[in-house]
């Protein structure tokens, strides 16, 4: 029902997240674009096949949203790390009705050739403290992975840790079967993302 699309690394400024995620993977990121209904703005990289990572923070060029932004994004402070995982599905309505309650109810986007549809709870922030998977549902022929050059990243291994890890688990497990996705059982929320890169293996957290 759910496949691994994408990562979203959170950053106070663009500028800042891009510098950090160049520096960290040795490989330059590709232009990005911005989505005026969220007033963000983003940087982007291949991570193969159907899959990306994207830096992403509020446009401060940009008129607010009027609501709450996407993965937290208002209240997001420190230095960039990850904050989002995304999940695209063939069928939202399924994907939402298997989802925990508060995952959001699906909202229209579009930019340039892309055309799709994402869950975002009313509050911007996920289940289980922002770590259950932002869900996706393209609806454009065109995929951002299919246009990013690829600089040879791939993601090993997602792990999530959560103080209730074994309900974590017992939602996703019907969800979706990833052999990278890691649920582990931590006193605090916390999500940190090893990645093979041309230069060896690299974490983000």
Known sequence: MLTFDHLAIACETLAEG???VETALGVPLAPGGEHAAM???NRLLSLGPGEY????AINPAAPGPGRPRWFALDAFAGP???NAWICRTGDMTSALAAAPDGAGPPIAFT???YDWEMAVPDSGLLPFAGLFPAMIQWHSAAHPADTLPDQGVRLRRLVITHPDAPTLRAVLEPMMTDARLAITQGAAPALAVELDTPHGPRILA
Do not use: F, M
């Open 39 to 41: 007033g963000t703005h």
């Open 111 to 113: 930019r340039g050739q």
């Open 53 to 56: 990572l994207e830096v992403i």
């Open 18 to 20: 891009a510098g950090a």
């Open 80 to 82: 960039p790390r990850p």
